[in-house]
């Protein structure tokens, strides 16, 4: 059974931080790329960032800069790292990843992140 689990949102101040985490369980999650999408309030879903097995990462034209992806040796933690954030940041954020083998998408239950202004 495949699983991801996000937490460390929260309430921040304009140009605060924020690290997200995502727990991966069912699977050998290094083999595969995983991701960060958002979505706001009456917006649709966005990609934010995605890192491949090889570590190479990939960020939405948003994020100049702002945020990291990374990910730990055995692939099962996913880490948003997030600076310099700004209101328009305020959204759920989803942790996301395709296991091909098995020819589905798999998302976690999201996690919120308000930032004030």
């Known amino acids: 059974q495949v699983q991801l689990v996000e937490s460390g949102g929260g309430l921040v101040q304009s140009g605060g931080s924020l690290r997200l985490s995502c727990s991966a369980s069912g699977s050998s999650f290094s083999l595969y790329t995983m991701g960060w999408h958002r979505q706001a309030p009456g917006k649709q879903r966005e990609i934010v960032a995605r890192?491949?097995?090889?570590?190479?990462?990939e960020y939405g034209d948003f994020v100049k800069g702002r945020f990291t992806i990374s990910r730990d040796k055995d692939g099962k933690t996913v880490f948003l790292q997030m600076n310099s954030l700004e209101p328009e940041d305020t959204a759920v954020y989803f942790c996301?990843?395709?296991?091909?083998?098995?020819?589905?998408?798999?998302w976690g239950q999201g996690t919120n992140v308000t930032v004030s202004s």
């Open positions: 996301h990843t395709f296991i091909a083998s098995r020819g589905r998408e798999y």
């Open positions: 890192i491949r097995a090889n570590g190479a990462a």
